[in-house]
């Protein structure tokens, strides 16, 4: 368990629904340099690789992301018996640069974490907060000249009832410059 999540529990109770989601968040998204990388991450805590049903809550969420963009390829990773789900994807690279994506879906969570262990969790307030009539976002941004890296944490809108979608999502995307 990172320090921050550490602190980030001890912060307040609100977090401990989230709690399997920013573990695997954590220990398989927070640091993935590719699409292997975030793969052989999953595979040493215990998550095994798997094609979403297309009728299945992951496979509407996925047929909906490959549908927006060439990837040069996307795994899932699920364990047997929790409603959280892995799913990364790499963009083909090109003069603009490649894009890594790892998300954690929770299709239990129903809420976001309080402001406070978020903040306690990420180190720092979020650089942009976004508030829905049904959902809630936070994001923070970070740059080092040769990449840019987003970490979001959201409870998205429902786009249909009942709703297909997650209730939780964390996402770590990083753009890697030529």
């Given at each position: 368990m990172s320090l921050a999540l550490a602190l980030a529990l001890a912060a307040g109770p609100d977090l401990s629904s989230a709690r399997p989601a920013i573990s695997a968040f954590d220990k398989v998204c927070a640091a993935a340099a590719s699409i292997d990388d975030a793969a052989a991450r999953a595979a040493a805590d215990g998550w095994t690789e798997f094609e979403p049903a297309k009728a299945s809550p992951l496979g509407y969420v996925v047929s909906l992301t490959r549908a927006m963009g060439g990837p040069k390829?996307?795994?899932?990773?699920?364990?047997?018996?929790?409603?959280?789900?892995v799913w990364t994807r790499e963009t083909i690279p090109a003069a603009a640069g490649q894009f890594v994506e790892?998300?954690?879906?929770?299709?239990?969570?129903?809420?976001?974490?309080?402001?406070?262990?978020?903040?306690?969790?990420?180190?720092?307030?979020?650089?942009?907060?976004?508030?829905?009539?049904?959902g809630q976002s936070r994001l923070w941004l970070s740059y080092d000249g040769s990449k840019s890296t987003s970490i979001s944490v959201q409870t998205p809108p429902c786009l249909a009832n009942p709703c297909p979608q997650p209730r939780l999502v964390i996402e770590r995307s990083v753009s890697k410059n030529p």
């Open positions: 390829g996307d795994r899932a990773f699920r364990r047997d018996g929790d409603s959280l789900f790892c998300r954690v879906y929770d299709f239990d969570v129903k809420t976001l974490p309080s402001e406070e262990a978020l903040n306690a969790w990420a180190g720092r307030k979020p650089d942009h907060s976004f508030n829905f009539d049904d």
